[in-house]
Nanobody, 124 residues
């Protein structure tokens, strides 16, 4: 089993920045992918970004491309999401997800493990 714990959420003004962290523990793995998803009230959970565990392949949703950056620190079993130029429409609960031994994916049903989520609120 793999446990994922997100941190770094909070309230920020439009145009500001935040960095989310996702720490993995338990039966962690050296091959696979990590992803960030988000869910706004009344909406489905949507893909934000993903990275393979070696850190040399990334994928972004069009809505965050150029503003968000996903990165990983394998020594710490941690994945980060640097969010810049935040907009009110980025307001959501952000979830970290992991999939074992398979490439990165933008599809939430292809991830095996999920964190509990962290709230991001962007005020206008």
């Amino acid at each position: 089993q793999v446990q994922l714990v997100e941190s770094g959420g909070g309230l920020v003004q439009a145009g500001g920045s935040l960095r989310l962290s996702c720490a993995a523990s338990g039966r962690t793995f050296s091959r696979g992918a990590m992803g960030w998803f988000r869910q706004a009230p009344g909406k489905e959970r949507e893909f934000v970004a993903a990275i393979n565990w070696s850190g040399d392949n990334t994928l972004y949703a069009d809505s965050v491309k150029g503003r968000f950056t996903i990165s990983s620190d394998n020594a710490k079993n941690t994945v980060y999401l640097q969010m810049n130029s935040l907009k009110p429409e980025d307001t959501a609960v952000y979830y970290c997800a992991a999939r074992r031994y398979r490439p990165i994916s933008a599809y939430r049903n292809e991830y095996d493990y999920w964190g509990q989520g962290t709230q991001i609120t962007v005020s206008s």
